[in-house]
């Protein structure tokens, strides 16, 4: 007699969840891993630092004060008026995140959400908003925000980013719509639309997840890159009030030959402050990247 042998299917595993993509990523890449602790301890240092630091004391008027260089209670030393670098430097830090964030997933949501919707219907309401979005394209964008700066009564931190957010969601309005229309001919969303789906859950339930990696990217590069143009209208003088602190603004002091030379302390840790926060940015933007487009690839 033979015996019947029990056969027992093999078990398949589960494909790894997201979470555990990620850590996987981080820990083969040392780089984005050290970017990525660096940053945290930056973020909570500059806005734990920050409650403890009243704006109004930190620009007040010193002339007494003016160009303390860093020791004798001074962390940083005073600028030309006699206020705190060090305190400067953390509001300041705090502002251009909070600003080039803020810009970021305003200029997300709208630009990626048009983006797949023109996408996907076409037609109509592809022609009239890819007609917005070429004739805002080629206004000179830099020059309005300068005029719009200038004449704008009672201008602050609202009105920068509400201006800002204005005029850079077209780019990512135009680059998710390409990469929807090649998505809308794939064979899972005809059966979607065969099984009845409805649209908005095709579009955000099931095509914009196989968006992911390709919006991660477009976000981090996105948050290093408006933080930057925070710095640099700020720098020019049409960025931030002269009485908000902003990181530019005290790079822009370096356009004094002596404080360029012979003051660093008024300039330096803000320009080694941006390149630190751009970088981390950067290596974990990356990193997440990755992780996605595997998550993708394993389904």
Do not use: C, H
């Amino acid at each position: 007699m033979t015996k019947e042998k029990n056969i027992q299917p093999e078990a398949v595993s589960a494909p790894p969840t997201g979470l555990k993509m990620i850590a996987r990523e981080f820990k083969k890449d040392k780089m984005a891993m050290f970017s990525l602790v660096l940053l945290v301890v930056l973020l909570l240092g500059i806005f734990i630092s920050a409650l403890f630091l009243d704006q109004e004391s930190v620009m007040k008027v010193s002339i007494l004060d003016k160009y303390n260089s860093p020791g004798n209670g001074w962390i940083l030393g005073a600028d030309e008026g006699g206020r705190d670098v060090f305190g400067q430097l953390i509001i300041g830090a705090r502002n251009s995140i909070v600003i080039g964030f803020s810009i970021t997933i305003i200029t997300s949501v709208i630009g990626v959400g048009l983006g797949i919707i023109t996408g996907y219907y076409g037609g109509m309401i592809d022609s009239i908003i890819m007609r917005i979005v070429d004739f805002i394209m080629i206004l000179p964008i830099m020059m309005i925000i300068i005029v719009f700066v200038t004449i704008t009564p009672n201008y602050n931190v609202y009105s920068f980013v509400g201006i800002m957010s204005a005029f850079y969601w077209v780019a990512k309005a135009r680059l998710f719509r390409g990469k929807t229309l090649s998505e809308v001919r794939r064979d899972y969303i005809s059966a979607s639309k065969t099984l009845g789906t409805s649209d908005f859950k095709i579009m955000f339930g099931e095509l914009m997840p196989n968006l992911s990696s390709l919006i991660i990217t477009n976000l981090t590069i996105n948050f290093a890159g408006n933080i930057g143009i925070e710095t640099t209208m700020s720098y020019l003088g049409f960025g931030l009030p002269p009485t908000t602190p902003s990181l530019g603004t005290l790079i822009g002091y370096a356009s004094n030959g002596d404080v360029l030379s012979n003051k660093l302390w008024i300039w330096a840790p803000a320009s080694l402050l941006i390149l630190v926060l751009m970088l981390s940015i950067n290596y974990v933007g990356q990193a997440f990247k990755r992780s996605a487009d595997a998550r993708q690839r394993l389904g």
